[in-house]
Nanobody, 117 residues
């Protein structure tokens, strides 16, 4: 199993930046990719960004050019640097670990990001 702990959320104004962290523990050697998802009130959870074991990245169109996902393998931590934040980025942000088996994934508890206009 893998345990994930997100941190770094908060309240910011539009245009400001925020960095989220996701610390992983447990069977991390079996993790193939890590990702960030978000869920706004009344909406479904949606994909934000992902990074593979070898560093390949992918982003949702809505965050391309503003968000950057990265990982520190020595610290078993994945980051989401969010810049030029918009009110529509307001959501609970969740970290996800996708295991090498492909069928198993783990989620963190989430961290709230609120962007005021």
């Amino acid at each position: 199993q893998v345990q994930l702990a997100e941190s770094g959320g908060g309240l910011v104004q539009a245009g400001e930046s925020l960095r989220l962290s996701c610390a992983a523990s447990g069977s991390i050697f079996s993790v193939n990719a890590m990702g960030w998802f978000r869920q706004a009130p009344g909406k479904q959870r949606e994909f934000v960004a992902t990074i593979t074991r070898v560093g390949g990245t992918s982003y949702a169109d809505s965050v391309k050019g503003r968000f950057t996902i990265s990982r520190d393998n020595a610290k078993n931590t994945v980051y989401l640097q969010m810049s030029r934040l918009k009110p529509e980025d307001t959501a609970i942000y969740y970290c996800k670990a996708q295991m090498s088996s492909g069928s198993t994934s783990y989620w963190g508890q989430g961290t709230q990001v609120t962007v005021s206009s």
